[in-house]
């Protein structure tokens, strides 16, 4: 008899009351500790950043504010033992995506989840070894191997703009570092 294969690990967003996440994030943790999930869910983040506050004595104060008030972010593979964990944890109100009545989470996408991960820390974003001026070569889309120039690159964004030849003029093209190549 053939092993079952498993789906891929995603990203799902898990809604909970306002002001709750960090105690929901603590009891998924010991669940999935106490009944062996590991191998099932794997990271429970809840995106934070570092914002500097003004204070009204003019001094400025660091504080750790939280990006999604009322939701905590969780990559595990859904299968009806890790969705049952993380639906009845204390707190949890349900997985956004899904519309109740037992059907399944929808994944977030990586361009979406990815952006979200960079901002808060837990994701490095890709460097590039390119610079303004530098002729790369474009591996996809409608410019797909064609020559540009390097116009700009953003760092934030992973994206690079290139310049490639289209009707006989220069026209910018805004792309994903991966989707460029040097030679």
Not at 163 to 181: C, H, K, N, S
């Amino acid at each position: 008899m053939a092993e079952k294969q498993l789906p891929d690990k995603r990203w799902y967003v898990v809604q909970t009351y306002s002001g709750l996440e960090n105690s929901v994030k603590m009891n998924l943790e010991r669940r999935i500790e106490s009944m062996q999930m590991e191998d099932l869910i794997f990271q429970v983040v809840i995106p934070e950043e570092l914002r500097l506050e003004k204070k009204v004595d003019g001094t400025t104060k660091e504080k750790l504010v939280k990006l999604y008030p009322g939701y905590v972010f969780i990559e595990l593979i859904v299968t009806d033992d890790s969705w049952f964990v993380v639906r009845n944890t204390p707190g949890v109100t349900g997985f956004l995506g899904s519309s109740g009545g037992g059907t399944k989470p929808i994944p977030l996408p990586p361009d979406e989840i990815n952006p979200i991960l960079k901002k808060a820390g837990l994701m490095q974003a890709p460097k590039i070894k390119v610079k303004v001026g530098e002729k790369v070569r474009v591996t996809v889309g409608p410019f797909a191997n064609q020559v540009g120039i390097v116009d700009s690159i953003d760092e934030e964004k992973a994206e690079v703009t290139v310049l490639v030849e289209m009707f006989g003029r220069q026209t910018p093209a805004e792309l994903a570092f991966d989707e460029i190549e040097t030679f």
